[in-house]
């Protein structure tokens, strides 16, 4: 995996469709916390690619129009589900492993220091092994194009921009990109991040982890404060890891593994549930507590569920993003990013337009939380669930799984907030019955659930 990871930079090509032809009938749908980057995932099903396919233009888009969650220079971690899939879990959903890595350590010259970027690696290892052959360089394009002549600023983007506007502009490249603070409506243009992707879409995911392009970027994150060495980048690689699973009735539900240990919070919130529905109150207390104990101690997930284990709260955790993916023969994918901050280290690394996340040694971890339930019988997709909201993400995913389980509509009860959830379902099953799946995201924020059942 690490020489195929290497070799990506010898990728390249047009920015055409592999064909213009667009499906009839029923193509999946997806749902994301940004409208563009849900509108980028539907068109990439449109055109026939695999759940996988949308979810890499989704997580492309992110970084161009909600780069305060899900920058190029983010990480985070997905569910990927196709039974015709041989992986670790031998049909079963598998885990798809960029959490944020640190780069070098802080100092007086690296007073802000960053991750390593992960989320192209990352989306990249998705689609080597589960896309549709939908040549990678055209699920980067719609991202490059909105980067580099601009879009307006999206709800979601224009709320994060609110909450930081000061320090985050105090950066003088956040302040050239973000400055005079945007509102909803203005056009934000990224024409280094636009030059950035054409160089990846061009040379391949490599380019950013080898080569002149990451010469540029180990050079300008020194500049900005969060110094990644071009070790850090060389080194820092994605992993595929069996889900954490539990029995739901007739099907099974797969949870992201640690370190990705929102799916864990989100097990222990599900297993509550599924004894209890009306014990909210009480899969929070399991969600938090069950990672407070891993985070501490360590163990088995499975076995940490099993146990009881001590009260405890989660201390103030950054911000994240999340979106759910399904495609027309019941393939799907769910996913959550984060920055480990918003707007990670609020520095911009200059003339690559990539806003450095923040390094996961001086903070708490995100929760990053997503769920994909399915029947190995039928080997059919039943539902998914990925959520944002700090420490809540867990428990959102939780109950948005177990809701999903248990009745016909896509959107259960709003999770308590900050919990925000992207959440798709089949009543029936896909394959199966295309007219029972349905997609929706939280009514509270800024995004969009979007397909086709015609």
Known sequence: MALLLALSSCSGGSTEPTSAKRIVG???????????ATLAGRDVLARGGTAADA????????????????????GGACLAYDPAVRGPGHGQPTAILFTPVPGAPGGLQNDRPAAVPMLARGLFLLDVRYGSGMAFEQLIAPAEQVARFGAPVSRALAADLAVVAGPLLGDPDARAIFGPALHEGDTLVQADLGATLDAIRAS??????????????????????????????HDALPQERD??????????????????????AAAAAFHVLAAAPQDVAGAATAAASVVAYERANGGDPQALLAMSTPPAALPELPASTSFTVLDR??????????????????????????????????????????????????????????????????????????????GSAPMPDPVPAPGRLNVIGCSDYLPGSPSSCGWATDPRGYGLAAGSTN
């Open 329 to 406: 023969h019941g393939d799907a994918v769910a996913c959550a990013l984060t920055m480990d901050n918003l707007f990670g280290t609020g520095r911009v690394a200059s003339s690559t337009g990539i806003v450095l996340a923040a390094t996961p040694d001086t903070r708490a971890a995100p929760l990053l939380a997503a769920a994909i339930a399915w029947n190995a019988d039928r080997r059919a997709f039943r539902a998914a669930a990925a959520a944002s909201g700090q420490s809540f993400a867990g428990l959102g995913a939780g109950i948005g799984i177990h809701n999903a389980l248990s």
């Open 55 to 74: 979810a890499v233009a989704v997580g492309f888009m992110l970084a161009a129009t909600l780069p305060s969650r899900a920058s190029l220079g983010a």
């Open 243 to 264: 889900a954490i699973v539990l029995p739901s009735g007739h099907d099974q539900v797969a949870f992201l593994p640690p370190p990705a240990d929102g799916g864990l």
């Open 26 to 36: 029923f193509i999946g749908g997806v749902a994301s916390d940004e409208p563009r």
């Open 204 to 233: 391949g995911v490599g380019s950013l982890y080898q080569g002149q392009l990451a010469q540029r970027f180990v050079a300008a994150s020194a500049l900005a404060g969060g110094a990644v060495t071009a070790a850090n980048l």
